[in-house]
């Protein structure tokens, strides 16, 4: 079954730059665009009935479809108006999709996401990547030649599904990947005679993580050639080394973990301070 890109749109203007984000992505892609829309019966509206408000957002999905159709002739469209709170809907959406695209806005004097509680929700319950673009957003940044940022951490498995995604967009758009690694000092009471040995055979804790990374990326240089690789190693913490790069990113990538705790499902903290305050479009892959 061939997935769609898919964008949900509420007529804002963050929503249509994604909308327009997401049918350059479709065209890249080969793939059909989905535009849509989440709607539930407004009974504060008592001069229009269900009838009339839904014809109101049906007549709007069409115009941004026409919109979109103009603009990337050829591109397959299709629009649908779900009925049902925005959360679910969009989640359920990000189901059947390669990937879901949402708009959101810019954070304040800082250029970034204001990432409300519908965004948060969908991001970690989706089981299929989901994009956020702001508001102003453009191609700008893809025609320069930008990087692919994607951040990567633990061992090959945990990042697995994030390179992945980040290979296969780069690859897309004939862009570079920069893969990020970022490493603190262990506490001492962390170090174990087998951790030690490790970091003695690689040569001290910079070059393990080198090491780490390079080990990590080494299938997806391989399945992917053709795309251009620069590794960055740093120390930090992840959200702030990811932050340092964004300004020099055509879009970043971060994972979060699919498995729900206690209190349910949660984006993590790298991703969340990614969304609040990368400039650049974020991408938030979920993994196991």
Not at 15 to 31: H, I, K, N
Not at 219 to 233: G, Y
Request: proline share 6%; charged share 20%; aromatic share 6%.
């Amino acid at each position: 079954m061939t997935r769609p890109i898919t964008a949900g749109v509420d007529g804002t203007e963050e929503s249509l730059a994604a909308l327009d984000w997401a049918a350059r992505e479709a065209v890249r892609r080969g793939l059909p665009l989905r535009v849509v829309h989440a709607w539930r019966y407004a009974e504060a509206l008592a001069a229009a009935g269900r009838d009339t408000q839904r014809e109101w957002v049906a007549q709007g999905m069409t115009d941004a479809a026409r919109t979109v159709t103009e603009r990337y002739p050829g591109l397959p469209v299709t629009t649908n108006v779900l009925e049902a709170g925005a959360a679910d809907a969009l989640a359920d959406a990000a189901a059947e999709a390669e990937l879901l695209v949402l708009g959101s806005r810019g954070h304040g004097p800082v250029v970034g996401f204001l990432l409300g509680s519908v965004g948060q929700q969908v991001i970690a319950e989706a089981s299929r990547p989901v994009f956020l673009v702001r508001a102003g957003d453009d191609a700008t940044a893809e025609a320069a030649g930008r990087d692919v940022v994607v951040g990567q951490h633990g061992g090959p498995e945990d990042s697995e599904a994030a390179l992945r995604f980040a290979f296969e967009t780069a690859a897309a758009r004939g862009a570079a990947v920069r893969a990020v690694r970022a490493w603190t000092l262990p506490p001492v009471f962390a170090y174990s005679p087998g951790s030690l040995k490790l970091l003695d055979d690689a040569g001290g804790l910079e070059p393990y993580e080198k090491q780490a990374l390079a080990e990590a990326l080494r299938p997806w240089r391989e399945r992917f050639p053709q795309v251009p690789v620069a590794e960055h190693v740093e120390m930090g913490s992840a959200g702030q080394v990811l932050l340092s790069l964004a300004g020099r990113a055509q879009l970043m990538v971060v994972g979060r973990r699919a498995r729900r705790t206690a209190v349910g499902a949660r984006i993590g903290s790298v991703a969340h301070g990614v969304l609040h305050h990368a400039g650049c479009p974020v991408a938030v892959v979920p993994h196991a």
